[in-house]
């Protein structure tokens, strides 16, 4: 006997009901109408013509019209027949679904905010044209994958979807998910109905266990279309009519499960003559039926009573015996079954056919498995479930995993929250997932372990700002390192030390101080939204907290040459650099850096200055060196005469080199006992000459030399007797500050005023 199974939710919803009892209260007033037909059900329309309710279908239709009652159906109209309607000064009764409304008022205040309204639905539905009314900029109708992958806008537009209140949600999402991937500034309103949903869902279960379905609406209704086509998708036998006078009888002859659901304009009376008749057709199979102890596609339990390579025999406890083949055992097909299968095995399957024309019964095995496989899959996929299971099988676009016979695809961009260049090391390892797509009949069943990463990571960084604070010291791990600095994980957040908070000294390079994986135990220096600041910097350990004492002016002290500039050596003294000015290097001079010390060398040097506010040492290596002026007066005195070479020619004299590392300064005046108007004139560099001493001053590091003292005064000239020498113009007293000072040569003159800027 045939079961029959109505869907709870069949027929009118709240909204379309709500419409149909206006119509029939204002029935009874005088010149009523509606705009447009109040429901997709020709039998309502026809029976409210009966009662005096007429329909128009456009607003030229009542502007003719001196009086009367005009009624907005369930589907709305645009703002402008509101206005028109009211233009005209005819009464308005609205009996446009509150869920629809809701619409209007959504694309009305979204798109007064400048956004884009896509909607989701047939733009030919009168729903859908009403939302569009309601649009101050113009919308976008879409309902299916091309049109929304096919939506181009500039990258800034801000877009907000809705959607036809019948439009199946599963699709839905697929088309709004599609819209996202695009990058625009997205609202998503979900507006189906939940009626609408809730009867989709009803029938989609009563067509997965029904052997044929039976919906019942109107040609034109948007939701029993829907209806059909979700039926249909689970049950093939499913047949779209509008009343009884539509079945063929023979279209369900030896069905043992039926099920029947109707759109939301189906009125119950139709839903009830169509149950009736099929009821009457049920009973006048029942002796049939009787025969029968099994049907197609029933599960039944056997013993297997023969094994073969190909073929497996089962008794099933009926008249015939059931026949498993390779092909319905298993998907390979090289298999043994032998190997599998043995005589006296309980085992369940599926039936196939009844009779195969040989009297013998077809059963599937595979078919049950991946059923079983498929219905906890899609309980997974209903309650959100987080599944388990081992990778069998890394692909070229993801993974492949199986949970009980049915394999589950997750794509290359689900398996993880970052990039994933090599997916291999998934291979054999069980990871935890969730079911977002499942369509197992387009053999489409998608898992994501992405959104659970997310949700963890979520999870975790929201635990750790929650008990982290600027000033901690927490753990973390060297998670990348770069020229810049290296971020941290913390353990729900990664931070950033920069290379200026690595150290108190000076960092390089990095990747030369950390490794990927290393445990650090770091200072939170700051905290801005979801950037953190790490340093390693810390209080207690700050080279200058004692440096005054340590670094006192005049004492020696050991440090290793950094790094070498055009101006000089920075010493690391233990976290403080200190500067070894050119200056300072050596006794002699012009001298390069990197001629005196390389990096790394260990060297003594001597505290000239030092200023913690600045964070500066100034430091001598020429000072812990004997110098050439260092016992100079056993060497050089007064009056002795000597040979030099000339080293350096100024406009004010010239240096001569008199002993190694000392230079004395023959003045313009001291060259010749005539007017010598440029030493460059009587004198070159290299030209060796005699000189005689002068003044010898240690301390100040001055030796005063003469060339004419050596020479006879010649006689004056005529006319030059009482020539007095002009005197030179004095050079401007230099501005610029030095960080650090140089020792005064005998003319009182910087060093770097004779040197000038020294190049490595």
């Known amino acids: 006997m045939m079961k029959i199974n109505i869907a709870k939710s069949a027929g009118f919803c709240f909204g379309v009901k709500r419409a149909v009892d206006t119509v029939y209260k204002e029935s009874s007033k005088k010149n009523v109408y509606t705009f447009g037909p109040i429901i997709h059900n020709d039998e309502v329309v026809a029976d409210l013509e009966r009662q005096g309710v007429h329909v128009i279908n456009d607003s030229e239709d009542f502007k003719s019209l001196s009086e009367g009652t005009i009624i907005i159906r369930s589907h709305g109209v645009s703002k402008a027949i509101y206005d028109e309607i009211l233009n005209a000064g005819l009464d308005l009764v609205d009996a446009t679904c509150p869920f629809v409304r809701k619409i209007h008022k959504i694309v009305e205040r979204e798109s007064g905010d400048g956004r884009v309204i896509i909607i989701i639905g047939n733009n030919h539905h009168p729903e859908v044209e009403g939302i569009m009314g309601w649009c101050h900029t113009h919308p976008i109708v879409i309902e299916n994958r091309e049109q929304a992958e096919g939506i181009e806008l500039d990258a800034d537009t801000k877009i907000s979807i809705v959607s036809q209140t019948t439009f199946n949600y599963n699709k839905f999402q697929d088309l709004v998910e599609i819209i996202s991937e695009k990058g625009y500034d997205i609202n998503v309103f979900n507006t189906i109905c939940n009626a609408t949903e809730e009867r989709q869902t009803e029938a989609r279960e009563l067509a997965k266990k029904s052997d044929a379905m039976i919906v019942i609406g109107g040609r ?12 249909k998708k689970e049950c093939s036998n499913t047949f779209y009519i509008q009343t009884k006078n539509d079945l063929n009888m023979e279209d369900f002859s030896n069905i043992g499960m039926l099920g029947i659901t109707a759109g939301a304009s189906t009125p119950n009376n139709i839903i009830k003559e169509v149950h009736e008749s099929m009821a009457e057709m049920s009973f006048d199979q029942m002796l049939e039926e009787s025969f029968k102890t099994i049907r197609n596609g029933e599960v039944v339990q056997g013993t297997i009573i023969d094994v073969k390579e190909d073929e497996i025999i089962l008794n099933i406890g009926y008249k015939a015996d059931g026949i498993i083949s390779r092909n319905e055992y298993s998907n390979d097909q090289n298999l043994d079954l032998t190997t599998v299968a043995k005589v006296g095995d309980e085992m369940e399957a599926k039936v196939l056919k009844v009779n195969d024309g040989e009297g013998q019964v077809l059963l599937t095995y595979k078919r049950l498995k991946a059923e079983k496989g498929n219905k906890r899959l899609e309980e997974a996929f209903n309650n959100h479930e987080v599944l388990k299971a081992p990778v069998a099988k890394v692909l070229d676009g993801g993974l492949s995993v199986v949970v009980e016979e049915t394999r589950v695809f997750i794509p290359a961009s689900l398996v993880s929250d970052t990039y994933e260049k090599n997916l291999k090391k998934y291979d054999g390892q069980e990871i935890e ?27 975790k960084q929201e635990a750790l700002f929650a008990k982290i604070e600027a000033g901690m010291t927490v753990e973390g791990t060297v998670k990348n390192v770069t020229d810049f600095g290296a971020f941290i994980d913390l353990g729900g957040a990664d931070g950033l030390l920069h290379i200026s908070e690595m150290s108190w000294g000076r960092v390089e390079n990095p990747k030369k101080v950390f490794t990927v994986g290393e445990k650090l135990n770091v200072l939170i220096k700051d905290i ?11 209080p207690e350990t700050n080279p200058w907290l004692h440096a005054d004492e340590k670094y006192a002016v005049g004492n020696e002290v050991t440090g290793k040459v950094a790094r070498l500039t055009s ?14 000015h050119v200056t300072e290097l050596s006794h002699e001079r012009n001298v390069s850096p990197k001629s005196v010390v390389s990096v790394g060398d260990e060297v003594e040097v001597k505290v000239l200055a030092i200023d913690e506010e600045a964070g500066r040492v100034s430091l001598s290596l020429k000072a812990t060196t004997p110098g050439p002026w260092d016992g100079v007066e056993q060497k050089l005195a007064a009056g002795d005469v000597i040979e030099g070479k000339v080293k350096r020619l100024t406009d004010f004299g010239a240096f001569v080199e008199v002993l190694p590392g000392i230079d004395g300064l023959v003045h ?25 001493v002068l003044e010898v001053n240690a301390d100040a590091e001055r030796v005063s030399l003469s060339i004419k003292a050596l020479e006879e ?46 190049e490595l």
Not at 569 to 579: H, K, M, N, P, Q
Request: no cysteine; net charge positive.
């Open 668 to 692: 313009i005046s001291q060259i010749s006992h005539k007017r010598v108007e440029n030493p460059k004139d009587v004198l070159s560099v290299g030209q060796d000459v005699t000189v005689k």
């Open 713 to 758: 005064r010649p006689a004056n000239a005529e006319g030059e007797n009482n020539e007095k020498r002009q005197s030179r113009p004095r050079r401007p007293k230099r501005q610029e500050k030095r960080d650090y000072e140089l020792p005064e040569t005998q003319s009182g003159f910087s060093m770097a005023d004779l040197f000038g800027d020294i």
């Open 567 to 580: 101006f000089g050596a920075f010493i690391d003294l233990g976290g403080v650099d200190g500067l070894v």
């Open 528 to 538: 801005q939204g979801e950037k953190i600041a790490l340093s390693l910097k810390f």
């Open 433 to 459: 997932f969730v079911i977002t797509e499942f369509n197992p009949r387009k053999r489409r069943i998608i898992g994501d372990r992405k959104q659970l990463l997310v949700a963890e990571k979520k999870a």
């Open 220 to 231: 034109h209704s948007s939701n029993t279309q829907k209806l059909f086509e979700i039926s």
